[in-house]
């Protein structure tokens, strides 16, 4: 159990709530979320199975197969799927514009991007790339809360981003904290872990750190 010296020597003591606001997340896990058209073993894209319907920024996934391949959701973008040709602005909104020319949203597609962090062996979380990518045309699925605290026990996932170059690292840990404390119950004991976790990560860079920490609980 947390003492009250570990958290006063927590770098999340000073900013730490009484309790952390957070969305929760209404999607039924079961329920696929994309399908994957591109795929590799650091990361994969998925189409999102409805127009802007792709999971969040930061949300954990998994794609099925034997071993289920494990990723964070660092980037979604939608574009039209008419090569050379992007969407006009029409001046309208999107309700005006579905009465009037519906065609427009058929040839609009979402996608997300996701850094792969591990895979699942039974029930057991593998912090490790996986030996094969996920398999193209792939469901994505998002992860159960349990899945999610599988992969969050440990501070693993949190040094797979920041080594991470071409995606926004400070941003994507603040979402992912953000998510993973809700799977976490929201315990102050956790936030405390990732802390001092994070800490030890950016030991040599103070002001990133508490920039990081301030917005994760804020």
Do not use: W
Not at 20 to 44: F, I, K, N
Not at 157 to 179: C, F, G, M, Q, W
């Amino acid at each position: 159990m947390e003492t009250i010296k570990e958290r006063e020597r927590s770098p999340l003591s000073r900013f730490l709530p009484e309790s952390l606001p957070l969305p929760s997340d209404a999607e039924d896990e079961r329920t696929h979320v994309g399908e994957v058209v591109e795929s590799s073993t650091t990361e994969l894209i998925a189409q999102a199975r409805e127009l802007h319907g792709a999971p969040s920024f930061g949300q954990f996934i998994r794609v099925e197969a034997a071993m289920p391949v494990v990723g964070i959701v660092f980037n979604v973008f939608t574009h039209s799927i008419e090569p050379n040709r992007r969407p006009t602005a029409y001046g309208k909104t999107e309700e005006e514009l579905r009465l009037e020319q519906p065609q427009i949203f058929e040839l609009l597609r979402t996608e997300f991007q996701a850094l792969v962090i591990g895979y699942l062996d039974g029930d057991e979380a593998v912090q490790i790339l996986p030996p094969q990518p996920a398999h193209i045309h792939s469901f994505a699925y998002l992860c159960s809360d349990e899945q999610v605290r599988a992969f969050t026990r440990s501070d693993d996932y949190l040094r797979s981003i920041l080594n991470t170059s071409k995606i926004p690292t400070d941003e994507l840990v603040i979402a992912v904290l953000r998510h993973t404390v809700r799977a976490h119950a929201h315990a102050p004991s956790y936030l405390v872990q990732m802390g001092k976790e994070l800490s030890r990560l950016l030991s040599d860079d103070y002001d990133r750190l508490s920039s990081i920490i301030r917005r994760v609980v804020n």
